[in-house]
């Protein structure tokens, strides 16, 4: 690695990052992860397809805005090549977002490559392939005075 960093530890933090953005449901934090050029697609069923950060985060945006709640929580991360200034890995990741008529839980991988964008590790891709979607309408309540982590 060009800056000494440990390409396994570069790829859980990105990961970790994202998904507490997402949790947060705060697009720009997350958008703040992708390199200028880098892309962010989701597969089927949904197929979503983003480019740059500011496309990203008005996206993802979108699709976090209407939930009620989320969280998302990454699981197994692995490196399967690292060089000098990339780094590509999996990132397994199960999400929950409670929407006022339904929940939906949706499992899936992340393919990510990693580059070094103006000196910090960024996303130049993030590609989502969904493995099992539950959307049953399901009761969830709210606990009083919780918090998400956005305070």
Same mark, same amino acid.
């Not at 990741?93 to 990693?114: L, M, N, P, S």
């Not at 000196?119 to 979607?133: D, Q």
């Given at each position: 690695?060009?800056?000494?960093?440990? @390409?396994?530890?570069?790829?859980?933090? *990105?990961?970790? !990052?994202? %998904?507490? $953005? &997402?949790?947060?449901?705060?697009?720009?934090? +997350?958008?703040?992860?992708?390199?200028?050029?880098?892309?962010?697609?989701?597969?089927?069923?949904?197929?979503?397809?983003?480019?740059? @950060?500011?496309?990203?985060?008005?996206? *993802?945006?979108? !699709?976090? %805005?209407? $939930? &009620?709640?989320?969280?998302?929580?990454?699981g +197994?991360?692995?490196?399967?090549?690292?060089g000098?200034?990339?780094?590509e890995?999996?990132?397994?990741?199960?999400?929950?977002?409670?929407?006022?008529?339904?929940?939906?839980?949706?499992?899936?991988?992340?393919?990510?490559? &990693?580059?070094?964008?103006?000196?910090?590790?960024?996303?130049?891709?993030?590609?989502?392939?969904?493995?099992?979607?539950?959307?049953?309408?399901?009761?969830?309540?709210?606990?009083?005075?919780?918090?998400?982590?956005?305070?």
């Amino acid at each position: 690695m060009r800056d000494g960093a440990n @390409p396994q530890q570069v790829l859980w933090e *990105l990961a970790n !990052r994202y %998904s507490d $953005a &997402v949790t947060r449901k705060d697009a720009e934090a +997350a958008s703040r992860l992708w390199a200028v050029a880098g892309t962010w697609e989701i597969g089927a069923p949904f197929s979503v397809l983003a480019t740059g @950060p500011e496309e990203i985060a008005a996206t *993802l945006g979108q !699709r976090i %805005s209407p $939930a &009620v709640f989320m969280l998302q929580s990454p699981g +197994a991360a692995v490196v399967t090549d690292a060089g000098p200034e990339r780094i590509e890995g999996r990132v397994h990741t199960q999400e929950i977002a409670h929407f006022a008529d339904r929940t939906a839980t949706i499992i899936g991988c992340y393919d990510d490559v &990693v580059i070094q964008d103006e000196g910090e590790w960024r996303y130049a891709s993030r590609r989502f392939t969904v493995t099992a979607v539950d959307s049953s309408p399901k009761a969830w309540t709210a606990v009083a005075g919780a918090s998400s982590g956005t305070d």
